[in-house]
T-cell receptor
């Protein structure tokens, strides 16, 4: 039973380019969180999604950032026109839902904007 | 007020000692509480879950929950150098389903 899979592990983008980060939840999990972590800082909540629905995007900047979790395929976090300040580790976590709320993290995507 | 607050640390303990980590939360509707361990440069790893008041033990780890005081703690007994990491307290709200994290406490176990 594979864990949460994120790719790519490392992503380098030039300022102004687009970054697409993918997250495949654990098998059977229909709930996904995305977090951002700067070096030596804590996890900052960005967005919470269920299959085909964005439940809470209160932590995500309204401009340039978007997220989706389609019926089929991975969850995608998309950052348009990246800036140096977007450089961070982006983690997703998934959980089964209902009464089982244990969330498991992927290995993260380290985004570097040059 | 932050949703989840942890004792700031860093915490340094000798090998074999008990490390004590504390966490308070603001949302009284929270029902699920977790401790994660994060090694430098790695992703958070779930090490303990607790849902009801009292103690829960798993190996050298004991989690304690007091919902009336909105307080969660983690004890690490017989601390080992491999326990050196940042420990994150997380709280799942039944109101908005958000999983909120504290800033983390960095623990160093001295050999």
């Amino acid at each position: 039973n594979a864990g949460v899979m994120q790719n790519p592990r490392h992503l380098v983008r030039r300022r102004g380019q687009e970054a697409r980060l993918r997250c495949s939840p654990m098998k059977g999990h229909s709930h996904v969180y995305w977090y951002r972590q700067l070096p030596e800082e804590g996890l900052k909540f960005m967005v919470y999604l269920q299959k085909e629905n964005i439940i809470d995007e209160s932590g995500m900047p309204k401009e340039r950032f978007s997220a989706e979790f389609p019926k089929e395929g991975p969850s995608i976090l998309r950052i348009q026109q990246v800036v140096r300040g977007d450089s961070a580790a982006y983690f997703c976590a998934s959980y089964l839902g209902q009464t089982d709320t244990e969330a498991f993290f992927g290995q993260g995507t380290r985004l570097t904007v040059v | 007020q932050k949703e989840v607050e942890q004792n700031s640390g860093p915490l340094s303990v000798p090998e074999g000692a008990i490390a004590s980590l504390n966490c308070t939360y603001s949302d009284r509707g929270s029902q699920s509480f977790f401790w994660y361990r994060q090694y430098s440069g790695k992703s958070p790893e779930l090490i303990m879950s607790i849902y009801s008041n009292g103690d829960k033990e798993d190996g050298r780890f004991t989690a304690q929950l007091n919902k009336a005081s909105q307080y969660v703690s983690l004890l690490i007994r017989d601390s080992q150098p491999s326990d050196s990491a940042t420990y994150l307290c997380a709280v799942h709200s039944s109101n908005d389903y958000k999983l909120s994290f504290g800033a983390g406490t960095t623990v160093t176990v001295r050999a």
